[in-house]
Structure formats: C-alpha cells, structure tokens
C-alpha cells in the first residue's frame, strides 16, 4: 500500500516535497520501481517521472525536467518528489505508483505499476 503526501498550496516559482512512503506488507519496497503521475481538473492522468529500484535510473516528462527531482531511501520505503520552480501548469493531484514485472511500455506508462496510491494535491497560484 502507497501513501503520497506533501502537497499543498503554494505560489508559482515556490517549491514542494512529495513523499511516497510504502507499507510493504511482506513485500520488498527496494525491488520495485515507483513513479509519479498527475491528473489535473477535465484532463487525462499524464507521467511525471519515475525512478528504478536501485535508484540508479531516472526518467522525467519534458515538461517537468530541469525542476522536478526523483530519489528514493529504501531504508525507509520511502520515495520522494521534489518541485522546484512549480507554474500553475503543474496544479494537479499527484499519484505515485509501483510495480516490480516489467511487460515493455516503459516507465511513462501506466500499465507498468500495479500498486497506487490515493494522490496528494498540488496547487500552484500565480
């Protein structure tokens, strides 16, 4: 079970930090690989960024590269997102996501995680 927290409200140039703890309930946390997705008001659910088990890869959408950081501590089941430099754009509710089996589509899609958590909300005014 994921659980995102972090989100909040605050002004455009202003910075967040996502949190994605996992319960592992008999699972190991480290082998899986966690994403974030977003979903903003009337629009479809688009992928943010992702990063491996091991931490050692990270992926990023175009639009949040350069801003957006993604790091793990599987020590404590734990991945995090930080925003920086967040526009009005990026006011969505932010999901995070895992999943272990690896079926091809990459880590931008969806289908790749079978685990989610309930989202936290990002607003961000101008």
């Known amino acids: 079970q994921l659980q995102a927290s972090g989100g909040g409200l605050v002004q455009a140039g202003g910075s967040l930090r996502l949190s994605c703890a996992a319960a592992s309930a008999g699972r190991t946390f480290s082998n899986y690989r966690v994403g974030w997705f977003r979903q903003a008001p009337g629009k479809e659910r688009e992928f943010v960024s992702a990063?491996?088990?091991?931490?050692?890869?990270?992926y990023y959408a175009d639009s949040v590269k350069g801003r957006f950081t993604i790091s793990r501590d599987n020590a404590k089941n734990t991945v995090y997102l930080q925003m920086n430099s967040l526009k009005p754009e990026d006011t969505a509710v932010y999901y995070c996501a895992a999943g272990i089996s690896y079926s091809g589509r990459g880590y931008a899609s969806g289908q790749e995680y079978d685990s989610w958590g309930q989202g936290t909300l990002v607003t961000v005014s101008s």
């Open positions: 990063i491996s088990w091991s931490g050692g890869s990270t």
